[in-house]
T-cell receptor, first 112, second 112 residues
Framework: EAQVTQNPRYLITVTGKKLTVTCSQN?????MSWYRQDPGLGLRQIYY???????DKGDVPEGYKVSRKEKRNFPLILESPSPNQTSLYFC???????????FGPGTRLTVT | QKEVEQDPGPLSVPEGAIVSLNCTYS??????FMWYRQYSRKGPELLMYTYSSGNKEDGRFTAQVDKSSKYISLFIRDSQPSDSATYLC????????????FGKGTHLIIQP
């Protein structure tokens, strides 16, 4: 089954404790992206990757890092999480048609 | 400016009604216009996309784009309780670097 998977689905952590949210897709897509979704603000892009070893900032990249060492994986790294990073995070992937993005199930992160 | 305006609702209609969902935007560079549907506790899924101006129909769903007015619509005919979800409009200029710019979403409730 074609899908985007994220882990963990739920995470509660404390301020400053480094964490990684993994994202993997099995559709051989070149393009992958991370979004955060907040009430009243909608979905906002954090980082994206056009292909392996090619990443760039989206609209809200502060406090986040990403890497793309393999085509299928695109982890999101929070080196020193803060409470304002409490959010619902989605990973997405697409082929050459960047508008047709497939989203993962989401990771709900709470930073206390 | 990458702003997209969408009424958050909630929009509540009886089963069988025709539903009209709308977004306005300000960036004239947008060429691809998408509608995503998001059920509670799930990731968004692509419903329809339209390139440039015009109409596109898929079953009970019709997407309209009026680039001169910077206005897009999604119509749902014979609405069903299973259509209850949040509908997100999204836009893209056609270059992958832009990612998708989302509206905040309209929460739709179809009453049985």
């Amino acid at each position: 089954e074609a899908q985007v998977t994220q882990n963990p689905r739920y995470l509660i952590t404390v301020t400053g404790k480094k964490l990684t949210v993994t994202c993997s897709q099995n559709m051989n897509h070149e393009y992958m992206s991370w979004y955060r979704q907040d009430p009243g603000l909608g979905l906002r892009q954090i980082y994206y990757s056009m292909n392996v070893e090619v990443t760039d900032k989206g609209d809200v990249p502060e406090g986040y890092k990403v890497s793309r060492k393999e085509k299928r994986n695109f982890p999101l790294i929070l080196e020193s999480p803060s409470p304002n990073q409490t959010s619902l995070y989605f990973c997405a992937s697409s082929s050459g048609h960047y508008y047709e993005q497939y989203f993962g199930p989401g990771t709900r992160l709470t930073v206390t | 400016q990458k702003e997209v305006e969408q009424d958050p609702g909630p929009l509540s209609v009886p089963e069988g009604a025709i539903v009209s969902l709308n977004c306005t935007y300000s960036n004239s560079a947008f060429q691809y216009f998408m509608w995503y549907r998001q059920y509670s506790r799930k990731g968004p899924e692509l419903l329809m996309y339209t390139y440039s101006s015009g109409n596109k129909e898929d079953g009970r769903f019709t997407a309209q784009v009026d680039k001169s007015s910077k206005y897009i619509s999604l119509f749902i005919r014979d609405s069903q309780p299973s259509d209850s979800a949040t509908y997100l409009c999204a836009m893209n200029s056609g270059g992958g670097a832009d990612g998708l710019t989302f509206g905040k979403g309209t929460h739709l409730i179809i009453q049985p």
